[in-house]
Structure formats: C-alpha cells, structure tokens
C-alpha cells in the first residue's frame, strides 16, 4: 500500500522560508509523478506544482512560480518543496498526492494516493 507523509509545515512570518516534505513508501517511488496541493479555509484546493517520475519536467502554477520549487530525491523516497518569500496567502493545508502525470493540467485521479496535509500559516 503507497503511502505518502508530509511533514514541515508551521508558522513562518511573511517572506520567510520552509521546505515541506513528503515521504513516499510502499512502492517504488520513481514510477510516480509527484503533485502538490493546497486547501485555504473557505477555498476550493489548489493545485500548485508537479514533478514527473524522472524529475525532468515541472510545473508551477503561477501563483507560487518563482518562489517555489520542487525537488525530489528518489533514493531517499523524498520529495521536497522548498517555499520562499512566503506571504500571508500562502497560508493552508499542503498535501502532497501522486498525479498521473505532470503538467499544467495535471491531476490526481480516484486511483492516487494523498498524504495527511500539512499546515502551513503565515503570518503579516
């Protein structure tokens, strides 16, 4: 059973830093395209940004483009999401998914697996 486990998320002032992870277990994790997702109180979920199975292609949408970015390690079964210059806006609950594949339309289907979120709150 594919498991994945974030972990990182806290309070940060408004244009500080965290880096979020998501643990990948049981399964081999290079077969899968990574996404990452929010959801703010009140909000529909946001989709942020992927990475596909060879980290040769990512996407960002254009609300965390250029301060974002997305890395995975699959030799230690991680996905990073480091997140820069943070802002008030920024602040929701980060679930990392496996997606079908990665792109500006990428999605998870009822087939993908989610973590537990993360909270992520920033302060002005």
């Known amino acids: 059973q594919v498991q994945l486990v974030e972990s990182g998320g806290g309070l940060v002032h408004s244009g500080g830093s965290l880096t979020l992870s998501c643990v990948f277990s049981?399964?081999?994790?290079?077969?899968?395209?990574i996404g990452w997702f929010r959801q703010a109180p009140g909000k529909e979920r946001e989709k942020i940004s992927c990475i596909s199975s060879s980290d040769a292609l990512k996407y960002y949408a254009d609300s965390v483009k250029g301060r974002f970015t997305l890395s995975r390690d699959n030799d230690k079964y991680t996905v990073f999401l480091q997140m820069n210059s943070l802002k008030p806006e920024d602040t929701a609950v980060y679930y990392c998914t496996t997606v079908q594949f990665c792109g500006h339309n990428f999605y998870a289907s009822s087939y993908d697996y989610w973590g537990q979120g993360t909270q992520v709150t920033v302060s002005s």
């Open positions: 049981g399964s081999a994790m290079d077969y899968y395209a």
